[in-house]
């Protein structure tokens, strides 16, 4: 959609936040800018990527957030691994202390970026900024590292108007290995709480509705991935000599894995629950313009569209290790390993739907086939409470920042460290942002920034914090 279908921010309420939003506008193009030379930068937090990317991510972002002129202190920081000798990945912690009785407010974002995949699939390099029919592209231009500039923008704007009127205190913290798990995030949380610790924690790493509307996101699926090795023989044989007799590894696992689905798609694992709630209207042709669906393909599941995505669990083989195509021969596999990723519903943990689903496989693993089960990685989802005055701030500073009312959001994806968060700051107003729309093909090839939704995100949040600046604790 081209920026002229866009609704302006709505009228400010005082020449203060008119002047906020006229900052905000005048530093777009330097903020993009910024973001560019963010994207440039290949940091990836899986040890086969060079690691000297991810700290100069983290430079950069720190030299960003000092040149803001705002923050007391910024350092660049590791966080032990619980259970390891090993340090997470470099975080970058800006902070300053509120002033004259106002809250504080965290606000958090991610430098790390996902890996860019087939580098044929992109059309345009994947670590050079592209700007085309309104959209930057590139690895990392919409998540997360748009996010860190939305914070970085909003908070030159506000500092720009306020000056020495400035009393909000404001954490910044930006992790460096979100798409890895957040391994030393807990850690991290721990050993900085009293830096970390504020009235309100805006999480930048979420969505819209769409392109003209945002979305306050208060629903979040938990997540349980695993690896299961699927043992049959203990050597491989001839295919002609045995087949038919001898189960291979590879139809045992088809036909076990067979069993996590209903005929329509649904899942079929005994001990996973749904969560019960209206959802928006949306529609099958909307399904199918942004998950991109071929045109004689179907959708799955039953109940809303919506539904199934926000509420219901899902369950996805995101990856399989057994003989390649072009490598393949006559021959029983003894074994097969898969990765399983399942979507939680909102109000099950992650560990009880790991549970359900090992007992399914075991139950119907066919012919007596060996499992064994591997790198179990957990996380919870998430329920916000919409009550507090920090929610209803953030809507009204949608409203004005996009020029038309938010929309509450589940998300079918998964945050789990925002139940550490919870932990560790259980009096704290959670809210989920972003800067993403649905066509910004995060962790996909030629992922891209909407440039008028970036705008309206910096406005929103601008307004924000210019509003908990002018509100006593």
């Known amino acids: 959609m081209t920026s002229s279908a866009h609704p302006a921010p709505s009228t400010p309420s005082t020449e203060s936040e008119a002047a906020v939003l006229e900052a905000v506008a005048t530093g777009i193009p330097s903020a993009l800018s910024d973001l560019g030379h963010l994207v440039r930068i290949p940091g990836m937090a899986w040890p086969a990527f060079d690691q000297t990317q991810l700290e100069r991510s983290a430079d950069a972002v720190a030299s960003l957030a000092q040149g803001t002129g705002v923050f007391d202190e910024v350092r660049v920081l590791r966080a032990a691994i619980p259970g390891t000798d090993e340090h997470g990945q470099p975080a970058v912690l800006a902070t300053r202390a509120a002033r004259n009785g106002k ?118 699926r938990g997540n349980a991935r695993f690896t299961v090795r699927v043992r049959t023989l203990d050597h491989a044989s001839h295919s002609g000599m045995f087949g038919g007799a001898a189960p291979d590894a590879m139809m045992t696992t088809i036909g076990m894995l067979s069993t996590l689905w209903n005929a329509d798609g649904s899942v079929a694992v005994e001990g996973l629950t749904e969560r019960d709630a209206p959802t928006p209207e949306y529609s099958e042709a909307t399904l199918r313009d942004e998950a991109g669906l071929l045109p004689g393909t179907t959708p799955i599941g039953n109940g809303t569209i919506l539904s199934r995505i ?42 009880d739907a790991y549970a359900a689903l090992e007992r399914h496989l075991r139950a119907n693993a066919p012919f007596g086939a060996e499992l064994e089960f591997s790198d179990v990685d957990l996380g919870n989802g998430f329920l916000v409470d919409t009550s507090g005055w920090a929610v209803a701030l953030t809507r009204d ?47 996909s090839p030629n992922e891209s920034l909407h440039l008028d939704t970036f705008r309206h995100a910096v406005a929103t949040e601008a307004l924000l914090l210019a509003r908990m600046n002018a509100r006593d604790v």
């Not at 004005?400 to 932990?423: E, K, N, T």
């Not at 942002?433 to 995060?442: I, K, L, Q």
């Open 397 to 443: 500073a949608m409203r004005d920042g996009y020029g038309v009312p938010s929309v509450d959001l589940g998300v079918g994806g998964s945050i789990p460290f925002i139940a550490d968060l919870v932990r560790e700051f259980p009096d704290a107003q959670i809210l989920v942002t972003g800067v993403e729309d649905p066509h910004s093909r995060a962790h």
């Open 103 to 220: 809250p504080t407010i965290l606000l958090y974002a991610h430098h790390d970026v996902q890996p860019p995949g087939d580098d044929a699939l992109w059309e345009t390099p994947p670590f050079e900024p592209t700007v085309r029919d309104g959209r930057l592209y590139g690895r990392g231009a919409a998540d997360d590292k748009a996010g860190i500039m939305a914070h970085i923008a909003s908070i030159r704007a506000v500092s720009e108007v306020l000056g020495d009127d400035l009393d909000l205190g404001i954490a910044m913290f930006i992790e460096g290995e979100e798409e890895y798990g957040s391994r030393s995030f807990a850690q991290f949380l721990s050993d900085n709480k009293e830096a970390l610790r504020a009235d309100a924690i805006v999480v930048a790493d979420s969505g819209n509705w769409d392109s003209v509307t945002p979305g306050l996101t208060v629903s979040l």
């Open 310 to 351: 926000w509420n219901k669990p899902s369950i996805t083989v995101i990856g399989i290790d057994a003989t390649s195509v072009a490598a393949a021969s006559n021959t029983l596999l003894p074994e097969v390993t898969v990765v399983i990723s399942a979507r939680v519903a909102p109000g099950q943990t992650g560990e």
